[in-house]
């Protein structure tokens, strides 16, 4: 045997080696994965909420930035990787600092103008943060009544889309810790709230708090969440990977 061909069936015997080893690398792209069945029609996702959701994106075209450095970027990365030839198309619209409120009042251009096929929405810590920290008075049912008419316009207007709900969630570290009952106490009250749009929105419920509790078993909250809402990079992950499991049973 020459030395060319022995050379080239070493090299296929270690290519053929590394995708037994690495599995889930061979199939991320192949059509193995079939969490989102191609059905020949593009899709528009759409990640809406406040800072968490926002990531530090650009408000540009600058592609480096326009999805933030969260999991609405992770997502976006995963499912483009995973389906390179499909129309897909991604939107970040998440703002730091908003409530409910304000998520409403720019509702219009910033989620039904871009007709999404996939809406997902994260809010309600700035709710709490401003009840807290700024003696707001509104209330837990006020961000439900809030949070269902902004749904309602939704699907008046979007009746096919299909909606993922995030948990709002927090851990006791940084402000949270100063006043963990207080914070613990009004952030569930808005969490079964979120639980209860979903069900009646027909939406995918996504529960971060006990993921999140139960990741306090790996590490410290600080590993997760540095300052009691904001999620560290592994957070970020954490949530990102709930989102995919979420979006495996729209489909």
């Known amino acids: 045997m ?9 090299k296929a015997s270690l290519a053929g080696a590394a995708v037994v080893a690495a599995p889930g690398l061979a199939s991320a792209s192949g059509t193995d994965d079939k969490y989102l069945p191609n059905d020949g029609v593009g899709k528009t996702f759409l990640f809406q909420g406040d ?28 499912i483009n990787f995973d389906y390179p030839g499909r129309d897909y198309q991604f939107f970040n ?16 251009k910033d989620t039904l103008d871009i007709k999404p096929d996939v809406l997902s929405i994260l809010i309600g810590i700035n709710d709490v943060h401003r009840v807290i920290m700024q003696g707001d008075k509104a209330t837990a049912e006020d961000f439900a009544n809030a949070y269902d008419r902004m749904l309602t316009q939704t699907k008046a207007a979007l009746p096919d889309v299909k909606l993922i709900m995030l948990e709002p969630f927090i851990l006791p570290v940084g402000m949270v810790s100063k006043n963990p009952e207080l ?33 306090l078993q790996k590490a410290k909250a600080e590993h997760w969440i540095w300052d009691g809402v904001h999620p560290m990079p ?7 990977r709930e ?9």
């Open 234 to 240: 592994a957070g970020h992950e954490l949530i990102a």
């Open 183 to 215: 914070w613990t106490t009004e952030v569930q009250k808005r969490q079964v709230m979120v639980n209860s749009l979903a069900s009646k929105f027909n939406a995918i419920f996504v529960p971060l708090q006990d993921v999140f509790n139960k990741a």
């Open 93 to 108: 619209r998440g703002i730091s600092g908003n409530t409910v409120n304000d998520l409403a009042a720019r509702w219009q």
């Open 51 to 78: 800072s968490i959701t926002d990531g530090g994106r650009s408000y540009d075209k600058d592609w480096n930035h326009v999805y933030g450095q969260g999991y609405a970027y992770l997502i976006t990365a995963r």
């Open 2 to 10: 020459s030395n060319s061909r022995r050379d080239f069936l070493k």
């Open 243 to 251: 989102w995919m499991k979420a979006v495996k049973k729209l489909y």
